[in-house]
């Protein structure tokens, strides 16, 4: 229906949607219903995360996942619950997940779209009730329909992205996605059971005055990042960090700001993964105005290697970054 609120503030998700995809007449609707399953399993761990205190979810599960780091109860359902939506919805034929070491294959070898995720980002905030986030990133296949899928549906590049976006558990629930041109925001009502449009066309602003980055590695960053958020404190910017990249990303994305995770001896190669949560970032920001890099090059310019790489990111408001990038050609960020 072309009815001018099909795209206004109060629209369903679904009913976004269904617009959306009459825009592409030869659009066959399984990227939208790839979108609806990705939905529903955000509406699914919304539920798991507000009642987690209440059924001993926030333990470790005294396992530790293939990065080396404990897993929470959380972690492993969103994990299970992503899976789930997306093997029964049909449309990805297979998975990486920041849980995962390997390929999962959803036995939907017809399924035209492989999906990168990130579960559950932010899990060791779980306990003590701060922000988590999904982060997704999807991909149309280029092995062929009815094969298995294999490594190269995932190594294709940032700017091959289809479509990426988040879902920020935080004092509500909003996911966040665009698929190439505007990044629009479905805030849950979970009275309703439906994520309702209230971010439309999100456009974030040039410049800004807040910078997030864990202040206790400032030591090891390099010179020119150092000398950048020296800048910022004389200026008398406000430091606000989560620990938390979705939340500190979204505020960053609404008010202005630049987030920061330069390489650090704990992490030489930067701490946060391409595939699942720097390339789809990155493709949001720069559809809503802002720019995502790692020391000089663009993040979705980054040529993927392995699963699970690592990168530095440093995102944010346009302004912000160009002033952290020259800053650094002066002084290398190596
Ligand atoms: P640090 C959470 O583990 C995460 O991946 C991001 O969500 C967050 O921004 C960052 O790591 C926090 O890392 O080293 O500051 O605790």
Known sequence: NSHPLALSVGVTLDRYIMHRQMAFPYASGDLSQLLRDIALAGKIIHREVNRAGLIDLTGEMGVENVQGESQQKLDMIADIRFYRALRNGGEACAIISEEEEEIIHTGNDNGKYVVAIDPLDGSSNIDVNVSIGTIFSIYRRTTPVGSKATLDDFMQGGRKQVAAGYILYGSSTIMVYTTGHSVNGFTYDASLGEFILSHPDMRSPADGQIYSYNDGYLPEFPDGVQHYLSECRKRRYSARYIG?????????????????????????????????????????????????????????????????????????????VEELVSTNSRQPML
């Open 244 to 320: 938390s990249l979705v939340a500190d990303f979204h505020r960053n994305l609404i008010k202005g700001g630049i987030y920061l995770y330069p390489a650090t001896k704990k992490n030489p190669e930067g701490k946060l993964r391409l595939l699942y949560e720097a390339y789809p970032l990155a493709f949001i920001a720069e559809r809503a105005g802002c720019l995502a890099v790692s020391q000089e090059h663009s993040i979705l310019d980054i040529d993927p290697v392995s699963l699970h790489q690592r990168t530095p990111l440093f995102i944010g408001s346009q302004t912000m």
